[in-house]
């Protein structure tokens, strides 16, 4: 069966400061990979998607970044956080074709200071 | 824009109702709708998906119905549990510039009182 981990499970980090976030997943072959970002009260913002290694779509401008080095190796960046970065990050995977389901992991809580 | 809004914000039942969770959307031009529950401080886990061709899914005793054309889905729940306590999120898929994207709800907290 499919499974995605992400780590680490919660983060706290200063102001300025570099990011790594890392997500794989098991038991599938080139899956569509995601990043959101939840902000209380808000719903899930789409941050970067890839259909492939190396290939990566930004859906908003900001300072954080994302790489596809494996097939199922996804992770998020920042050279440089911002007070604004804090937040839960989820990363979420689906297989090929129109109506698969998304599957997300336990997501990364993310304290700027 | 694809926008998705889901009634009540929050919901607080007695253990053992029935009760049914709103979700609607602005474009019906969907190709499916997934639900998903998501504990405190937790990722999300699906429970149902309906493709667009598709009027309900079930799953014990979860059942989704999709009304494509008037753009709402409902979310029924059969005799609530305690364990049933989270919120509910509903996602729309759509074709957006070539690719498929995704718009959820902000989604309804769930409280099932013992």
């Known amino acids: 069966s499919q499974t995605i981990h992400q780590w680490p499970a919660t983060l706290v980090q200063p102001v300025g400061s570099p990011l790594s976030l890392e997500c794989t997943v098991e038991?599938?072959?080139?899956?569509?990979l995601y990043w959101y970002r939840q902000a209380a009260g808000r719903g899930l913002q789409l941050l970067f998607y890839?259909?492939?290694?190396?290939?990566i779509s930004s859906e908003v401008p900001q300072n954080l970044s994302a790489s596809r080095p494996q097939d199922r190796q996804f992770i998020l960046s920042s050279k440089k956080l911002l007070l604004s970065d804090s937040g839960f990050y989820l990363c979420?995977?689906?297989?090929?074709?129109?109506?698969?389901?998304?599957?997300f992991g336990d997501g990364t809580r993310l304290s700027i200071l | 824009k694809q926008e998705v809004t889901q009634i009540p914000a929050a919901l607080s039942v007695p253990e053992g109702e029935n009760l049914v969770l709103n979700c609607s959307f602005t474009?019906?031009?969907?190709?499916?709708l997934q639900w998903f529950r998501q504990d405190p401080g937790k990722g999300l886990t699906s429970l149902l998906l309906?493709?667009?061709?598709?009027r309900e899914q079930t799953s014990g005793r979860l059942n989704a119905s999709l009304d494509k054309s008037s753009g709402r889905s409902t979310l029924y729940i059969a005799a609530s549990q305690p364990g049933d306590s989270a919120t509910y999120l509903c996602?729309?898929?759509?074709?957006?510039?070539?690719?498929?994207?995704?718009?959820f709800g902000i989604g309804t907290k769930l409280q099932v009182i013992p």
């Open positions: 979420a995977w689906r297989g090929g074709g129109s109506n698969q389901p998304q599957h």
């Open positions: 038991g599938t072959s080139n899956p569509n």
């Open positions: 890839s259909v492939g290694i190396g290939q």
């Open positions: 474009d019906s031009a969907i190709y499916n």
């Open positions: 309906i493709q667009s061709s598709q």
């Open positions: 996602a729309v898929r759509v074709n957006s510039g070539g690719y498929q994207k995704v718009t």
